[in-house]
């Protein structure tokens, strides 16, 4: 994988600006999945949810994550422990925050309507702090606020989106996820 080349590397700008996905890596406390995630959306069950993972979006795009609705406001904190590698506004994700986190794992959440006061890369977090709030930023505008939670494992060569809410159901009661729209 083209990070870890690059962690290899000599101290390049690459390597420097690439640092918290370097130490990220390296740490074993990042290996494993904790039991039970933390659920990213303050207040919302399991139950609450449904799956839209692979329904078809525009420009051919399969939707790689779970859109998890909830009132304009509602705080977004991270589902796990980890360091948050990018605070930034996506043409497609709006205000979006991505976590470097348990379980090999990078964790998106987009469409934020803002984000916690003071986040920054290179900060860790614990499962529960605050890293914004749901909105419909981006791509999401003409849809009402929820947060768009993706989950991408980091393979030896590749990374690989899952299913966030199989993940999310672990170590809760088991409850059916519901289809979206139907
Ligand atoms: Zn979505």
Redesign the pocket.
């Given at each position: 994988m083209l990070l870890i080349l690059v962690c290899l590397g000599l101290a390049t700008a690459a390597a420097w600006r690439n640092r918290h996905v370097c130490l990220w890596l390296w740490a074993t406390e990042y290996a494993v999945l904790p039991p039970r995630l933390e659920m990213p959306v303050t207040g919302l069950e399991l139950s609450d949810t449904c799956s839209?993972w692979h329904a078809p979006r525009s420009g051919g795009r399969l939707?790689q994550?779970?859109?998890l609705f909830a009132e304009r406001g509602t705080p977004v904190v991270s589902a796990t422990r980890g360091v948050v590698w990018r605070v930034g506004n996506d043409p497609l994700g709006g205000r979006v925050v991505w976590v470097l986190g348990e379980g090999r794992s990078l964790y998106y959440y987009?469409h934020l309507d803002d984000w916690a006061p003071g986040l920054r890369s290179g900060q860790r977090v614990h499962a529960g702090d605050a890293l914004g709030d749901v909105g419909n930023t981006g791509n999401?505008r003409t849809t009402p606020p929820?947060l768009?939670f993706g989950v991408y494992r980091v393979r030896l060569l590749r990374v690989e989106a899952v299913n966030p809410l199989p993940i999310l159901a672990r170590g809760r009661e088991q409850r059916p996820v519901r289809r979206c729209g139907g």
């Open positions: 839209s939707h994550g779970a859109d987009a999401a929820h768009h």
